[in-house]
């Protein structure tokens, strides 16, 4: 079940903030955030786990609603780097580390 | 050195033709992935191989057929081209957590392959 990410798409100036939400219908056992910028691959910002734990990055905070099955992504004082779109996935109950992805929220800063 | 690599960055071919996207990783990991990326962004997986072996298969055509000559690599050739199949590709690799979840294993996506079919 593809994890739902909102909003769509958010416009930002330098140093305004955001917020990017993702939930899911399912349980969730982790929720991983990546960012893809125009052209190139995803690349991993953010792991967080159920009990807690998280791995990342460090300019960038989440959180973890185990029981609302939800995760929010943080962006403070945004800066132009931070353009790009943001998926969060959500781990198949198969083996390996297959992950699901939201369907991504676009963000764009200007200065 | 480029984690996890793909050839060729591009492909531009005529509907019917074969065509191979060939991944390598250098990261050590057990597992593979072929995801596709359609023109709306939608991130979707199609195959997941562990060590030569494929563990998730995604409803995806038959004309789709991963090789995984080892943990390595992991190639996907698609026959009989169509006009639908034009996207990017990525192939991805991540350490092997089995059956477990919440193991906090990351996933490492290649540069992807831009595929389009006229």
């Known amino acids: 079940q593809q994890p739902v990410q909102s909003p769509q798409a958010v416009i930002l100036r330098e140093g305004e903030d955001a917020v990017i939400n993702c939930s899911s219908s399912?349980?969730?056992?982790?929720v991983h955030w990546y960012r893809q910028k125009h052209g190139e691959a995803p690349v991993f910002l953010m792991i967080?786990?159920?009990?807690?734990e998280q791995k990342g990055h460090d300019k960038i905070s989440a959180s973890f609603n185990e029981k609302k099955q939800q995760s929010s992504l943080y962006l403070t004082a945004s800066q132009l780097s931070y353009s790009g779109t943001y998926f969060c996935?959500?781990?198949?109950?198969?083996?390996?580390?297959?992950?699901?992805f939201g369907k991504g929220t676009t963000l764009s800063v200007s200065s | 050195d480029t984690a996890v690599s793909q050839t060729p960055k591009y492909l531009v071919t005529q509907m019917g033709n074969d065509k191979s996207i060939k991944c390598e990783q250098n990261?050590?990991?057990?597992?593979m992935y072929w995801y596709k990326q359609d023109s709306k962004k939608f991130l979707k997986i199609m195959f997941s191989?562990?060590?030569?072996?494929?563990?998730i298969n995604e409803t995806v055509p038959n004309r789709f057929s991963p090789k995984s000559p080892d943990k390595a690599h992991l190639n996907l050739h698609i026959n009989s081209l169509e006009l639908g199949d034009s996207a990017v590709y990525f192939c991805?690799?991540?350490?092997?957590?089995?059956?477990?979840?919440?193991?906090?294993?990351?996933?490492?996506f290649g540069e992807g392959s831009w595929l389009t079919v006229v």
């Open positions: 991805a690799s991540s350490q092997f957590s089995g059956a477990k979840v919440n193991s906090g294993n990351t996933i490492y």
């Open positions: 967080l786990l159920k009990g807690g």
């Open positions: 399912k349980a969730l056992y982790s």
């Open positions: 996935g959500t781990e198949m109950l198969q083996a390996g580390t297959a992950l699901i």
């Open positions: 191989y562990n060590n030569k072996e494929l563990i």
């Open positions: 990261l050590g990991h057990d597992t």
